[in-house]
């Protein structure tokens, strides 16, 4: 079965310094990897996926993410974050290895992003 | 640019009433999901529809839910028999086909069951 973990509830960073959020994954096969944020009574908005090739991927508003297959993780990462980056941010995991039809994602726990002035 | 739009945002039901949750997915999406989330807790996936019919479903969605597409545009999730348990956030979303492409969420729909 797939599973993700985002082993921190909360980070604090203060503005203009880097933000990571942590991701680790399970699934039988390669992972299609994915981070959305959700502010505030608003729904999930997609960032940024890792589908294939580069281990690097860059995303809308400046984040990026870093897939480490030996370390089954998946960061989000930002240089320089803004205080309105401050949200709830899911990584998500699809399996491909589970019949395609269904193309459900299973999400972490999320993580509270504060950015502080 | 096109989004998943969801009505109501909010719903306040009594225990035991039917409730019909809706969504217009984006127009050439051919997958459609709903998933939920407890206050405080993860997201949840709850089924996936894809060419009128069940692709998968958790053992969340039992025979309370039900899932419609009564036309070309909408998408509704219906609760049969709220419980205080079914109060959660839930969201619709729609991807366009296969599996390396993402999911566009709408807004959500607040059920509040009392």
């Known amino acids: 079965a797939q599973s993700v973990a985002q082993p921190e509830d909360q980070v604090n960073v203060a503005e203009g310094n880097p933000l990571t959020v942590k991701c680790t994954y399970s699934?039988?096969?390669?992972?299609?990897l994915f981070w959305y944020v959700q502010y505030p009574n608003r729904g999930l908005q997609f960032l940024l996926k890792y589908i294939t090739g580069d281990n690097l991927v860059k995303g809308s508003y400046g984040f990026e993410a870093e897939f480490n297959k030996s370390q089954t993780s998946f960061h989000l990462k930002k240089p320089s974050a803004l205080v309105s980056d401050s949200a709830l941010y899911f990584c998500a995991v699809r399996d491909p290895m589970i019949k395609a039809a269904g193309n459900k994602l299973t999400f972490g726990g999320g993580t509270r992003v504060l950015v502080k002035p | 640019e096109p989004e998943v739009t969801q009505t109501p945002s909010h719903q306040v039901t009594q225990m035991g009433q039917e409730v019909i949750l809706r969504c217009v997915p984006i127009?050439?999406?051919?997958?459609f999901y709903w998933y939920r989330q407890i206050l405080g807790q993860k997201v949840e996936f709850l089924v996936s529809?894809?060419?009128?019919?069940?692709?998968?479903k958790s053992e969340i969605f039992d025979d309370q839910f039900s899932v419609e597409r009564p036309d070309g545009s909408n998408f509704t999730l219906k609760i049969r028999s709220t419980k205080l348990e079914d109060s959660a956030m839930y969201f619709c979303?729609?991807?366009?086909?296969?599996?390396?492409?993402?999911?566009?969420f709408g807004q959500g729909t607040r059920l509040t069951v009392v």
């Open positions: 699934v039988s096969g390669n992972p299609y």
């Open positions: 529809f894809y060419n009128n019919e069940i692709s998968e």
């Open positions: 979303a729609s991807s366009g086909g296969i599996a390396n492409t993402e999911a566009f």
């Open positions: 127009s050439n999406h051919l997958y």
